[in-house]
Nanobody
Framework: QALLVESGGGLVQPGGSLRLSCAAS????????VGWYRQAPGKEREGVAF?????????YYVDSAKGRFTISRDNGRNMVYLQMNNLKPEDTAVYYC????????????????????????WGQGTQVTVSS
């Protein structure tokens, strides 16, 4: 059974850091494009960062994540990570990862939307709370 499990969330003070992990089981994540998303209470789920299955599209970050978040993948471990630095209270949300096999015509800045449109098996996510 194909499964993604998020972990690594927690309570952190403003300015702190967390590294979220997305572990895949039941399939080879190497071939998939991966996005990180978050949903704050009372808000719609939004894309945060994307990493391509290949070097063609690379990575993409929404403006609020640029310069603070870094997405990476370890294909040998079937994992994708989201390193979050200089966290702010507005980063408080449940964070999710999702995957898709995107066609080559979809550019990186549209990948998060494309993955969210396709992916149906959203998990429990991992809670990130930024508060003093």
């Amino acid at each position: 059974q194909a499964l993604l499990v998020e972990s690594g969330g927690g309570l952190v003070q403003p300015g702190g850091s967390l590294r979220l992990s997305c572990a895949a089981s039941g399939f080879d994540l190497d071939y998939y494009d991966v996005g990180w998303y978050r949903q704050a209470p009372g808000k719609e789920r939004e894309g945060v960062a994307f990493i391509s299955s290949s070097s063609v599209r690379g990575t993409y970050y929404v403006d609020s994540a640029k310069g603070r978040f870094t997405i990476s993948r370890d294909n040998g471990r079937n994992m994708v990570y989201l390193q979050m630095n200089n966290l702010k209270p507005e980063d408080t949300a449940v964070y999710y990862c999702a995957t898709a096999l995107l066609g080559p015509s979809i550019p990186a800045d549209q990948a998060l939307g494309a993955i969210a449109d396709w992916y149906k098996s959203w998990g429990q996510g991992t809670q990130v709370t930024v508060s003093s």
